[in-house]
């Protein structure tokens, strides 16, 4: 009898011991938030809609990040919902946001050209005329030349690209002021 209460009490402690221990380890989820990366994230009760900062502090259940502003703002872990840790300037996003850019501004300006180049041509009256461009081919012009200048400056400048981290899913027991709490963290 003794020992069938003794191989109980073992057997509990062991699975409180494993769920405690998987409950740590559940928080250490979320690895990339170090001090000195930038992020982004989602955690209501905490924050108003997403907050782009940078992590200042790391501690095993919650990151101190800080803004612009330079005010630290303590999130525990549990409360991020989506997270996204910056990778840097990706130059060909920025090449293909400066292409979107320089396309749209190049044809505007090639508009104008082209109707400033054809109201030249009316002052030449019987003389030959300079102009040996079609008002077409100076539309045909400024886009071209607005898309490559686009392209250019944004392949220089760079987009800074996200990555969106995975938060898992999980309910474990974790020691708290009153006992054991019991830990789901479902993302949605």
């Known amino acids: 009898m003794l020992y069938r209460a003794l191989h109980s009490i073992v ?3 062991g699975g409180l011991a494993l769920a405690i221990a998987r409950a740590d380890a559940q928080l250490a989820y979320l690895v990339e938030l170090q001090p000195g990366t930038r992020v982004r994230v989602q955690a209501p009760g905490i924050v108003t809609g997403q907050l782009e900062a940078t992590v200042i502090a790391r501690a095993r259940d919650t990151v101190t990040l800080t803004t612009s502003r330079d005010v630290p703002i303590l999130v525990p872990l549990a409360a991020i919902k989506s997270a996204e840790v910056s990778r840097g300037p990706s130059h060909r996003d920025g090449a293909v946001k400066g292409l979107a850019w320089g396309t749209g501004a190049g044809l505007v300006v090639g508009l104008l050209s082209a109707v400033i180049y054809d109201a030249r041509s009316d002052e030449c009256g019987a003389e030959p005329c300079e102009n040996d461009l079609s008002p077409g081919e100076v539309v045909a012009g400024g886009f ?21 981290l995975t938060i898992p899913t ?6 708290s002021r009153a006992g054991l709490a019991l830990v789901v963290a479902v993302p949605f």
């Open 144 to 164: 071209l030349t607005g898309a490559a200048l686009g392209a250019g400056i944004g392949a220089i400048m760079g987009e800074e690209r996200w990555e969106h």
């Open 11 to 13: 057997a509990v402690a």
């Open 170 to 175: 999980y309910v474990a027991l974790r020691p």
